[in-house]
């Protein structure tokens, strides 16, 4: 079993920043993908961005794309999202989720029933 724990949400000002990190615990493993979901009030989960293990594949939702950045930091199973230029539709809960599976292709990245493991979320909301 893997835990997963997110922390560094909060009320930020729309144009502000925020970086949440995700620590993972439980039983050990080497190759993954870590990726961030986050889902608003009456909307689907959506995905955000993901990042392989070797840290040479990373993917990004268009809606984040040039805002957000995706990090990890393998010997403190550690992963996580650089949040500038936050805009009021950035408000969602986000949630971090572990694959222990390679990719196939990048885009499987992005699937959320490919993910086995998901953190309990932290809420983010952005103030226009």
């Known amino acids: 079993q893997v835990q997963l724990v997110e922390s560094g949400g909060g009320l930020v000002q729309a144009g502000g920043s925020l970086n949440l990190s995700c620590a993972a615990s439980g039983r050990t493993f080497s190759r993954y993908v870590m990726g961030w979901f986050r889902q608003a009030p009456g909307k689907e989960r959506e995905f955000v961005a993901a990042?392989?293990?070797?840290?040479?594949?990373?993917y990004y939702g268009d809606s984040v794309k040039g805002r957000f950045t995706i990090s990890r930091d393998n010997a403190k199973k550690m992963v996580y999202l650089q949040m500038n230029s936050l805009k009021a539709e950035d408000t969602a809960v986000y949630y971090c989720?572990?694959?222990?599976?390679?990719?196939?292709?990048?885009?499987?990245?992005?699937?959320?029933?490919?993910?086995?493991?998901w953190g309990q979320g932290t809420q983010v909301t952005v103030s226009s």
């Open positions: 989720a572990l694959d222990l599976h390679e990719p196939l292709i990048r885009a499987t990245m992005s699937v959320e029933g490919n993910y086995d493991y």
């Open positions: 990042i392989k293990w070797s840290g040479d594949i990373i």
